[in-house]
């Protein structure tokens, strides 16, 4: 009997174990590619704080001073260069959907995080479907 619990316990170690990792794994694998709407309000807050006296309130910008962010050819093809304009601020000539704007863009003064929530509220709004941006990508970006 003595040996017949231990072989049962090693069995029942070895059972418990692995359908533990399995667990984990799948908690891994399973990734929510929606925003939460509590992350969309947050960036829609700070788009209406930081970003809405230039770029307007549904996106539209003013045409030949600041780049409209609704439906731009510009943000959809050069996210992680915009994040660096918005982040770091600059003055490099950019063209949005075949108009030239030479403005300066000033840094935000957001943190890593206020940018998630706000790019990922811009990317995600006005018609736009862009996708979405994590904290390590805002943090990889340099200046």
Not at 79 to 98: H, L, Q, R, W, Y
Request: aromatic content about 8%; some cysteine; hydrophobic content about 40%.
């Amino acid at each position: 009997m003595n040996k017949l619990n231990v072989i049962f316990l090693i069995v029942a170690i070895f059972v418990i174990s692995c359908g533990e990792s399995k667990k984990k794994t799948s908690k891994k694998e399973v990734v929510s590619t929606k925003i939460l709407m509590n992350d969309m309000e947050k960036g829609a807050q700070l788009y209406r704080s930081k970003c809405m006296n230039c770029h307007m309130t549904k996106g539209g910008g003013i045409e030949k001073v600041f780049p409209p962010l609704a439906n731009s050819d510009y943000l959809k093809k050069n996210t992680e260069d915009a994040m660096k304009m918005v982040k770091f601020g600059s003055n490099k000539p950019i063209k949005v959907n075949g108009i030239k704007y030479n403005g300066l863009m000033p840094a935000s003064g957001l943190t890593d995080k206020e940018l998630v929530v706000v790019f990922n509220y811009i990317l995600n709004s006005w018609g736009n479907d862009y996708g979405q941006v994590s904290l390590e990508q805002v943090e990889a970006v340099k200046r």
